[in-house]
């Protein structure tokens, strides 16, 4: 059974490294805050009905923080939201360097975590999701933690 997905649910958009590091100038290095952490204390809180990429729409100082996203970031939200910034970060370093400018599908970020109720515990759906992003977006970063055994 294939699942029919709402477009307007289905975010196509990335955020730029940018928006990853005004997060941690809130958060700190330091911080021992999971993805999940970030999403209930700062995302749902800042981006009350919207998602936390749509705060960060046009651009300011010739930064464009939201455009079409270039790489999909496959996470658990278990993981250290530093551990995750510092493997995008590399990513975006990396792709800086050959003149590309790359825009992370990071579902804390870019899905309207206030609009996702029906959609909590149903697995098929969130597949579905998933594999139509990847399919779409054409790569992944997928962040394993720790490396030998996640």
Not at 90 to 119: C, L, T
């Amino acid at each position: 059974m294939h699942t029919t997905i709402p477009t307007d649910l289905v975010p196509t958009m990335g955020v730029s490294i940018e928006v990853f590091e005004a997060v941690i100038n809130e958060i700190g290095l330091d911080s021992t805050w999971t993805s999940a952490d970030v999403c209930q204390k700062i995302v749902t809180q800042k981006a009350t009905d919207c998602s936390f990429a749509d705060l960060f729409h046009g651009n300011y100082r010739d930064i464009s923080y939201v455009e079409k996203a270039t790489c999909f970031v496959s996470h658990v939200w278990s993981y250290r939201f530093v551990d995750v910034f510092e493997i995008v970060k590399n990513r975006s370093v990396r792709s800086q360097e050959k003149g590309i400018k790359e825009y992370f599908w990071f579902d804390v970020f870019v899905v309207n975590q206030h609009r996702m109720p029906h959609a909590e515990n149903d697995q098929e759906w969130w597949s579905s999701m998933f594999q139509q992003n990847i399919s779409e977006i054409g790569r992944v970063i997928a962040i394993l933690s720790p490396w030998g055994s996640p």
